[in-house]
């Protein structure tokens, strides 16, 4: 069925790195923009980054700008998130979906991470 | 880019009808018809209810409909069942993306 997993999540320290994988299952994903979006603990939603479907163009919130870098594999149908200079602020589950912001039909079950001492 | 303007939160009876907003700026809002809703219960993932302002996804209720006037958009359920108790976030995109702060809808 039409799923996305997400991976890589977990405890890091301030200034670290950390990179999450999305895999995609049961649609093609080299047809489709990608996005990851975040969502701090008891907090609202926040988009981080968008990818075009060939990779082409990304796009950032300016609180990831400089430190994040999104990218996918169509050949391995997965997507990508290098977290650096991880902040405290950072602290939340990631989510990939499908998209670019029109419209996230497809979601995953999201990855915990928590930047802490 | 700011978030979005949403009501923090809502309630109604089962059977009512309530109504949403969320108020952005002619930057995003205002310029496109790119607005989406999606619906969270506690611990589960976001799912997508009205994309495009006022299309609905396959599977979606009919109860749900979207609309936007100026830079105010809206979500509106008739006939609230139980279930519809959850987070409801919109997001607009106008090359970036922003989502609205979350309205949490309670059913008395």
């Known amino acids: 069925q039409v799923q996305l997993v997400e991976s890589g999540g977990g405890l890091v320290k301030p200034g670290g790195s950390l990179r999450l994988s999305c895999a995609a299952s049961?649609?093609?994903?080299?047809?489709?923009?990608m996005s990851w979006i975040r969502q701090a603990p008891g907090k609202g939603l926040e988009w981080v980054s968008y990818?075009?479907?060939?990779?082409?163009?990304?796009n950032y919130a300016d609180s990831v700008k400089g430190r994040f870098t999104i990218s996918r594999d169509n050949a391995k149908n997965s997507l990508y998130l290098q977290m650096n200079s991880l902040r405290a602020e950072d602290t939340a589950v990631y989510y990939c979906a499908s998209g670019a912001g029109s419209g996230y039909w497809i979601w995953g079950q999201g990855t915990l991470v928590t930047v802490s001492s | 880019q700011s978030a979005l303007t949403q009501p923090a939160s809502v309630s109604g009876s089962p059977g009512q009808s309530i109504t949403i907003s969320c108020t952005g700026t002619?930057?995003?809002?205002?310029?496109?018809?790119?607005v989406s809703w999606y619906q969270q219960h506690p611990g589960k993932a976001p799912k997508l209810m009205i994309y495009?302002?006022?299309k609905r996804p396959s599977g979606v209720s009919n109860r749900f409909s979207g609309s936007k006037s100026g830079n105010t958009a809206s979500l509106t359920i008739s006939g609230l069942q139980a279930e519809d108790e959850a987070d409801y976030y919109c997001?607009?995109?106008?090359?970036?993306?922003?989502f609205g702060g979350g309205t949490k809808l309670t059913v008395l």
């Open positions: 997001c607009s995109y106008a090359g970036s993306v922003v």
């Open positions: 495009e302002g006022s």
């Open positions: 002619s930057s995003d809002v205002g310029s496109y018809n790119l």
């Open positions: 990818i075009s479907s060939s990779s082409s163009y990304t």
């Open positions: 049961g649609f093609t994903f080299s047809d489709y923009y």
